[in-house]
């Protein structure tokens, strides 16, 4: 059984950081790791992936600012977030899409003064 469990998020005034961090098991042969935002009403939008090669994709919205990283021994994933801006506030969801995908429960970023 594929398990999430996902931490970090929360509130932070615009310009500050957060980390949000999620580690998955139970997952079975390669698979892609990442972090997605949905903000209420709306899809559920990329903002940053790593293969099980390591190759790195971005939104652009946060190319320069987040850095995802993850680590191959831990099954995890972390994005940090830096200069973070109101319109990164929304729900993030981890990721992790192999043979199947899986979601986690989804933690809540706030950014406002």
């Known amino acids: 059984q594929v398990q999430i469990v996902e931490s970090g998020g929360g509130w932070v005034q615009p310009g500050g950081s957060l980390r949000l961090s999620c580690s998955v098991s139970g997952m079975d042969g390669p698979y892609e790791m990442g972090w997605h935002r949905q903000v209420a009403g709306n899809q559920r939008d990329m903002v940053a992936t790593?293969?099980?090669?390591?190759?790195?994709m971005y939104a652009d919205s946060v190319r320069g600012r987040f850095t995802i990283s993850r680590d191959y021994a831990k099954n995890s994933v972390d994005l940090q977030m830096n200069n973070l801006k109101p319109d990164d506030t929304g729900d993030y969801y981890c990721?992790?899409?192999?043979?199947?995908?899986?979601w986690g429960q989804g933690t809540q970023v706030t950014v406002s003064q």
């Open positions: 990721n992790v899409n192999g043979k199947d995908g899986y």
């Open positions: 790593v293969t099980s090669h390591g190759v790195m």
